[in-house]
Structure formats: C-alpha cells, structure tokens
C-alpha cells in the first residue's frame, strides 16, 4: 500500500536557519504531493502541494519539488523564523482525490531565537 | 476564516463508555473526513463522506466505531464501548477537493481510563 516517510525529529534550528524536512513516498501510481503543517493546539492546514512530476509547490517561503526518480518531496526554507515552530506533515494521494491523505508522522520542528 | 468546528475539546470517560463526537464541516464543502492522530500510528484515516454518502470506513473498527452524517452541517463518529487504546486524538476535515486542500479541525482530545 502507499505509505510516507519523513524524518522525526524533532528538528531545532536557531532563527535565520536553512531548513530541510526530508519526505519520501510509496505509491502504486502518480501521486499528487502535499505539505501540511499543524500549530499547537489547531488542526492540520495545507501549506503546499504538487500534482506531477518536477513540480514545484511553494508558499510562505516554503518549497518542495516533486522528484519522481527518488520518490521524495523534502520541504525546504531560506530563513526559518520562530513561528515557523510547528509540526510538518508530508503526505500523498494516489486515486485523484477519491480517498483520503496518507500522512508521514511528522516532524516536530523548533525554532529557537 | 471559515472553520471546521469539532465538540467536545477534550473527553474523559471510562472504558465500556459510550462517547461520541461531532464536527460542523465548513459550509459548502461536500466532502468530510475523520481522522485518529496517536504518537505510535501518526494520522490515520477512519472514514469519510462525499455529499453526506459514506465513501470508505475501511479504517474503523467496525464493531465498536460508527460514523454517520445526519445532514449536511453535522458529521458524529461514536464509540461504544469505548477502550483505553480508543484514547487518541480524533480530528475531522471537510473540503471541496483534493487540491483546494482540506480544513481541519482543533480536535478532539479522548482519553478513557
């Protein structure tokens, strides 16, 4: 069956820091490719997606591109700030939206100033 | 913003208890999900509906788990008898496509003891 896998943590990274979240996936066929992200105490919120091969998806200073040769989607930022504190869900869907998400089990990430 | 509103926060009950949960889904969206969130599993999928018709509960356990959405602004997921390895939290999602991106909820937090 598909399935994610994405680096624990938790990440601590001082302020201003590059960040790198690496995700790798299983999938039967072509998946489209997400990023959530969860703040402490709310609910999963999308950050970023890509639905085919060298894709790129981008938002908030945050991107992945997906790499169909490794099977991956790393989660990458220039300069993470404190409140990028949160944890990162990577994640995938294999049938168009007919079924529901495959999550990684997240990275706790920790911004420290 | 527009939210998924999920009652109660929080639950404490006793194992063999009866509990059930309710989600408010965003209106207009016509598709709703129930997620389980554990430290050991991270997020899985429980069940889900597409304009109030349930699509796939594959990952319930059917002799104890029920979801079911009375109309359109309600979705509940019950559990009886509640068990300690039940304790988890339970998130629900409602949203219009894969790519739009779902909303998630706070939560609900279950412990039973």
């Known amino acids: 069956g598909d399935s994610v896998t994405q680096m624990e943590g938790p990440v601590t990274l001082s302020e201003e820091a590059f960040l790198t979240i690496n995700c790798t996936y299983t999938?039967?066929?072509?998946?489209?490719l997400f990023w959530y992200v969860q703040y402490p105490g709310e609910g999963l919120q999308l950050l970023l997606k890509?639905?085919?091969?060298?894709d790129k998806g981008s938002n908030k200073g945050f991107e992945a591109t997906y790499r169909k040769e490794t099977t991956s989607f790393h989660l990458e930022k220039g300069s993470v700030q404190v409140s990028d504190s949160a944890v990162y869900f990577c994640?995938?869907?294999?049938?168009?939206?007919?079924?529901?998400?495959?999550f990684g089990k997240g990275t706790h990430l920790i911004i420290q100033p | 913003d527009a939210r998924v509103t999920q009652t109660p926060r929080h639950k404490v009950t006793e194992m063999g208890q009866e509990v059930t949960m309710r989600c408010q889904p965003i209106?207009?969206?016509?598709?709703v999900f129930w997620y389980r969130q554990t430290m050991m599993q991270g997020l899985e999928l429980l069940a889900y509906f597409r304009n109030r018709a349930p699509l796939d509960d594959s990952g319930m356990p059917k002799d104890r788990f029920s979801a079911e959405m009375p109309d359109a602004t309600l979705a509940t997921l019950k559990i009886q008898p509640s068990e300690p390895r039940d304790s988890a939290v339970y998130f629900c999602?409602?949203?219009?496509?894969?790519?739009?991106?779902?909303?998630f909820g706070s939560g609900t937090r279950l412990t039973v003891v």
């Open positions: 890509a639905t085919k091969a060298d």
């Open positions: 999602a409602s949203g219009l496509s894969l790519l739009s991106g779902y909303t």
């Open positions: 994640a995938l869907s294999d049938k168009g939206g007919a079924d529901g998400l495959t």
């Open positions: 999938a039967t066929g072509y998946p489209s």
């Open positions: 209106l207009g969206h016509n598709t």
